[in-house]
């Protein structure tokens, strides 16, 4: 298993760029491929970004492709979302999640290991 705590959340205001990290513990991170979902409130859990074990692949969902980066660095067992031109809709929990030998790591229901979330509030 594989224990991820995320971390850089916080207000922003809109237009405004926020990091994110995702750092493993308890596990081989380069083992994982790497997924962050976010909830807002009221609504279902929604597929941000994903990036596979080495990295070379990357996944968004169409509304955030173009806005949001995801990355990952094995070395410091970290995955990292970029969040740019932040708008007010883009306030939600964000969670990171790791999968071992995922097949379609857009999918909710591929990933075994979640944290616990940070919060991105985005104001006008």
């Known amino acids: 298993q594989v224990h991820l705590v995320e971390s850089g959340g916080g207000s922003a205001q809109t237009g405004d760029s926020l990091t994110l990290s995702c750092t493993a513990s308890e596990g081989t991170f380069s083992n994982y491929d790497i997924g962050w979902f976010r909830q807002a409130p009221g609504k279902d859990q929604e597929f941000v970004a994903s990036i596979n074990w080495s990295g070379e692949d990357t996944y968004y969902a169409d509304s955030m492709k173009g806005r949001f980066t995801i990355s990952r660095d094995n070395a410091k067992q970290t995955a990292y979302l970029q969040l740019d031109n932040l708008k007010p809709e883009d306030t939600a929990v964000y969670s990171c999640?790791?999968?071992?030998?995922?097949?379609?790591?857009?999918?909710?229901?591929?990933?075994?290991?979640w944290g616990q979330g940070t919060q991105v509030i985005v104001s006008s």
């Open positions: 999640a790791a999968t071992w030998q995922g097949v379609d790591i857009r999918l909710l229901y591929e990933f075994d290991y």
